[in-house]
């Protein structure tokens, strides 16, 4: 790929939502070259979101893949990890030794759930899961059919996800949250005691201020009991560890491209060298890149979400074909979670705030609206029940975040 984008041979490192999306980006924006796209899971591209409600619920799994475009005229090569790229030669090589050349390489690895966390923590075949992919929730599925007790570790969007569908099944759950409130760190106080709220009205047990600190396995090996912080013991037949993710990057090692905390890019999602210089012809996007955020002023958040990764993939591939000609990466960034039967909506970084606006709060109705804001600046806004009051919120942070690219 020339300075000026219009590369011949695209690699897209990433078979899922970001990498189907710049796929199929590039095919309509013109790309009439050799176009690849690499995939570490057998399965062709599928969305995620299910994978945590419906999936788990439903009576048979859902299906949940995601509309491949007919005459993609794309080669797919799934069930083979990439090992390492060579950006100097510009070549990726997987794990069964085949070497891809390229002009133009996208980077849309996503990420893997993090675990770990306790000593001696088992692993799926004792009962402890975690859940990234589909091969995780199909055994995980399986795991909660004749189970009566589920530990959640973790009360984010995917361990408050999980918790509901837990209660949906009708097991009993309990829910356990290092800090003061669920989601503290990605919406604040008020929405995360809203939230809360939510959790134990569905009669989940929700822990919050307390950790795990010990696995209990029965005779068989298999998980008995949790031990908490503070000493109590919560029985548990089946444990979900929903402590974040982690940019899948361990491929890039050694590659001189910096990822331990996702591929940093600039604006245009260009992919760059611990010195700031652009690796030619490379692009990042979704869960495996850290992109610059307008609204952040520059700076560069880890989000994990799936608009998010839809919007990257997109404006990466167009670098790909334009080069410098290339808009800036300016969408403002939003997520949405449904749980208990109301959906949680948000526009926006709620958490840059230093000031959170409490506008409706309505407990009995489930409907709650805040707006987020850093030194009187408003820099994100959230709704349960009440989304069509988003739009106002996403034209202002739009205005801003065109206005700064």
């Known amino acids: 790929m020339s300075a000026a984008g219009h590369p011949r041979d695209v690699v897209i490192v990433g078979a899922s939502l970001a990498g189907l999306r710049a796929a199929t980006t590039l095919r309509a924006e013109g790309f009439t070259g050799n176009l690849t796209l690499v995939g570490a899971e057998p399965h062709a591209p599928y969305d995620r979101p299910p994978l945590s409600k419906k999936f788990l619920t439903a009576p048979a799994p859902a299906d949940t893949g995601l509309p491949v475009p007919d005459g993609l005229g794309a080669r797919w090569l799934l069930g083979r990890a990439a090992v390492?790229?060579?950006?100097?030669?510009?070549?990726?090589t997987l794990a069964d030794g085949t070497r891809l050349p390229y002009d133009g390489l996208l980077i849309a690895t996503g990420a893997t759930a993090r675990s770990g966390a306790t000593a001696g923590e088992p692993g799926r075949g004792q009962g402890v899961f975690t859940l990234r992919g589909r091969d995780d929730v199909t055994a995980l599925r399986a795991a909660l059919l004749p189970a009566r007790r589920l530990l959640v570790v973790g009360a984010g969007f995917l361990g408050g996800e999980v918790a509901a569908a837990g209660r949906a099944l009708g097991?009993?759950?309990?829910?356990?949250?290092?800090?003061?409130?669920?989601?503290?760190?990605?919406?604040?106080?008020?929405?995360?005691?809203?939230?809360?709220?939510?959790?134990?009205?569905?009669?989940?047990?929700?822990?919050?201020?307390?950790?795990?600190?010990?696995?209990?396995?029965g005779p068989d090996g298999t998980l008995g009991a949790a031990r908490l912080a503070g000493g109590r013991?919560?029985?548990?037949?089946?444990?979900?560890?929903?402590?974040?993710?982690?940019?899948?990057?361990?491929?890039?090692?050694?590659?001189?491209?910096?990822?331990?905390?996702?591929v940093r890019t600039d604006s245009r999602l260009r992919a760059l060298f611990p010195d700031g210089g652009v690796v030619p012809g490379v692009v990042a996007a979704g869960d495996a890149a850290r992109v610059p955020q307008p609204l952040a002023d520059g700076a560069a958040p880890a989000l994990g979400h799936w608009s998010g990764a839809v919007e990257q993939a997109a404006a990466a591939a167009r670098t790909l074909l334009l080069g410098d000609a290339?808009?800036?990466?300016?969408?403002?960034?939003?997520?949405?979670?449904?749980?208990?039967?109301?959906?949680?909506?948000?526009?926006?970084?709620?958490a840059l705030a230093d000031t959170a606006k409490v506008h409706e709060c309505d407990?009995?109705?489930?409907r709650l609206e805040v707006s987020y804001h850093r030194e009187g600046r408003l820099t994100g806004a959230l709704t349960i029940g009440r989304t069509s009051r988003l739009a106002p919120y996403r034209r202002t942070l739009a205005q801003y975040a065109v206005g700064r690219r």
């Not at 800090?179 to 503290?184: K, R, S």
């Not at 709220?197 to 929700?206: K, S, T, Y």
């Not at 982690?246 to 331990?260: C, D, F, K, Y």
């Not at 407990?363 to 489930?366: I, K, L, Q, T």
């Open 84 to 92: 390492r790229l060579d950006p100097y030669s510009r070549i990726v």
């Open 171 to 217: 097991l009993h759950v309990t829910l356990v949250e290092a800090a003061a409130v669920p989601l503290e760190r990605a919406i604040g106080v008020e929405a995360g005691a809203f939230v809360g709220m939510l959790h134990r009205e569905a009669g989940i047990d929700l822990r919050t201020g307390t950790t795990v600190a010990e696995y209990r396995t």
């Open 233 to 262: 013991l919560v029985a548990a037949d089946v444990a979900v560890l929903a402590l974040g993710a982690a940019p899948a990057t361990g491929w890039l090692a050694g590659s001189g491209i910096e990822a331990a905390d996702g």
């Open 326 to 350: 290339a808009p800036p990466f300016a969408e403002v960034p939003s997520f949405w979670s449904d749980v208990h039967g109301v959906r949680l909506r948000s526009v926006g970084l709620p």
């Open 363 to 366: 407990r009995a109705a489930r």
